[in-house]
Nanobody, 120 residues
């Protein structure tokens, strides 16, 4: 069993900051790529940022220079630091984790999401 839990969402004014956490637990033998996604009402889920096992990162154009993804392998946790938040960043943010399981297979897991609301 593998669990992925996001936390850190909330209500913030435009220009403010939030730091999201994505913690994986359970039968995990390794973690490969991790991505943060977001989905606003009536819109498709979109990739916000991704980090590889080696620490390489990539970002959606809309968040470059404002968001930073990082990981702590010992804690099996990935973070998303969000600065200079805009109302259009309002979404449910999801974490997607690629886990090496007990059967030596890579499987992707989603968390339940955390709401981020940015007021103008």
């Amino acid at each position: 069993q593998v669990q992925v839990v996001e936390s850190g969402g909330g209500l913030v004014q435009a220009g403010g900051s939030l730091k999201l956490s994505c913690a994986a637990s359970g039968s995990i033998y390794g973690i490969n790529d991790v991505g943060w996604y977001r989905q606003a009402p009536g819109k498709e889920r979109e990739l916000v940022a991704r980090i590889t096992s080696g620490g390489r990162t990539n970002y959606a154009d809309s968040v470059k220079g404002r968001f930073t993804i990082s990981r702590d392998n010992a804690k099996k946790t990935v973070y998303l630091q969000m600065n200079s938040l805009k109302p259009e960043d309002t979404s449910v943010y999801y974490c997607n984790v690629e886990v090496l399981n007990a059967y030596r297979a890579y499987v992707r897991y989603w968390g339940q999401g955390t709401q981020v609301t940015v007021s103008s």
